[in-house]
T-cell receptor, first 108, second 114 residues
């Protein structure tokens, strides 16, 4: 059974500092997705990573994929309040399996 | 452009009652999914469909049934609701003929079973 583990599960960020969320998974998949969810809202696609070494960046967020290590990272640069949300990674085998999510709070 | 639409958005049921959640997508996607979201557990796949007239079980299918009679619609049914089915339900769709297989989600349906 595919397992997807995120850490940390909760992350309190200080504005202006850098942080990383980790996503480990147990399969040899080379397809990984990052989603964002605001409280009470749906999930919004952030990044689609389709091969080993893939790196995608959007604003203050950068995601990377290392399929050999079965690890993806979501790096946050100079955190701002607008980034407060829950972030999920999801790995595709024959279907998407989601991690438990990382709830991010950005404080001044 | 509606995308993925779920109805109803909120529902309260008593134990043993039945109900159906409707998901409609206007993107002509082949694949559709029903997930449930519970605190600290991420999203868990209930059932999915890879095309009109097909359905398959996901991780947590017990107590739910689904139907995909039309390509654009995917229905999730609860025949006899239980308090353990209190959750937020998300429908999603994807077009697997593209490279990404990226999922597009509905707004969610919050179900409470008393």
């Amino acid at each position: 059974e595919l397992k997807v583990e995120q850490n940390p599960l909760f992350l309190s960020m200080q504005e202006g500092k850098n942080y990383t969320i980790y996503c480990n998974y147990s399969t040899t998949s080379d397809r990984l997705y990052w989603y964002r969810q605001d409280p009470g809202k749906s999930l919004e696609s952030l990044f689609v990573l389709l091969s080993n070494g893939a790196v995608k960046q959007e604003g203050r967020l950068m995601a990377s994929l290392d399929t050999k290590a079965r690890l993806s990272t979501l790096h946050i640069t100079a955190a701002v309040h607008d980034l407060s949300a829950t972030y999920f990674c999801a790995v595709e085998e024959y279907k998407l399996s989601f991690g438990a999510g990382t709830t991010v709070t950005v404080r001044a | 452009n509606a995308g993925v639409t779920q109805t109803p958005k909120f529902r309260v049921l008593k134990t043993g009652q039945s109900m159906t959640l409707l998901c409609a997508q206007d993107m002509n996607h082949e694949y559709m999914y029903w997930y449930r979201q519970d605190p600290g557990m991420g999203l868990r796949l209930i059932h999915y469909s890879v095309g009109e007239g097909t359905t398959a079980k996901g991780e947590v299918p017990d107590g739910y049934n689904v139907s995909r009679l039309k390509k654009q619609n995917f229905l999730l049914g609860l025949e006899s609701a239980a308090p353990s089915q209190t959750s937020v339900y998300f429908c999603a769709s994807s077009e697997r003929r593209t490279n990404t297989g990226e999922l597009f989600f509905g707004e969610g349906s919050r179900l409470t079973v008393l």
